[in-house]
Structure formats: C-alpha cells, structure tokens
C-alpha cells in the first residue's frame, strides 16, 4: 500500500510560480511511475505530467510545467511556472506501475488533491 499527500497549492496572480510535491509513504517511491492530474469544476480528470523512465508533459502545459522525483526524499515535484487561469483545478499526484503513463486508470494510489487557483 502507498499513501500520497500533496502540497504546495495556493492562489496566485497570473504569471507567478507554484511549486507542488507528492511525498509517497509505504514504499519507495521510485519503484513507481508517478503522474499528475488535475480536474476544474465540471470538467474531466485531465493528464498533466508524468514520470517514469523519462519525464512527460501534457502539450497545454509544455514549456511552463516540469516533473521531477528526488529518490532520496521519496517525492515527485510538479514546478509549474507561467501560470495561467485556466491552470486553475485542483492537483492530484499518483502513482502506477512503472509503464503508467497519461491515463487515470494506469494509476493505482492517489493522494487527496491540492488546490490551485490562478487570478487574473
């Protein structure tokens, strides 16, 4: 069993940066692939970034958004910079086995989502 807390959400202006982290416990997280997703009001769970082997980011947020784990920490962090209203949704990390890429349903454990509201 893995457990995923999410953190480093807020409400910001457009244009500044957050900075969120998924910190896994249970197992190590680097024997999973970790993904984040994010869901607005009304609107599907939508694919953001994701990390296995190589890193991943969805074409909405490329350029603007990274994904990166620290092993030794037992975290995946989601820097997410540039930010726009419509980045506004609430974050959620997962983990899945480790070809688990963009999809929800190739994810296992989630954690209980983040808050982040961009203001324009």
């Known amino acids: 069993q893995v457990q995923l807390v999410e953190s480093g959400g807020g409400l910001v202006q457009a244009g500044a940066s957050l900075r969120l982290s998924c910190t896994a416990s249970?197992?190590?997280?680097?024997?999973?692939?970790a993904g984040w997703f994010r869901q607005a009001p009304g609107k599907e769970r939508e694919f953001v970034a994701s990390?296995?082997?190589?890193?991943h980011v969805a074409d909405s947020v490329k350029g603007r958004f990274t994904i990166s784990r620290d092993n030794a920490k037992n975290t995946v962090s989601l820097q997410m910079n540039n930010l726009r209203p419509e980045d506004t949704a609430v974050y959620y990390c997962?983990?899945?086995?480790?070809?688990?890429?963009?999809?929800?349903?190739?994810?296992?454990?989630w954690g209980q989502g983040t808050q982040v509201t961009v203001s324009s």
């Open positions: 997962a983990a899945g086995a480790a070809k688990a890429h963009m999809y929800p349903h190739d994810y296992d454990y």
């Open positions: 249970g197992r190590p997280f680097s024997s999973f692939a």
């Open positions: 990390i296995n082997w190589s890193a």
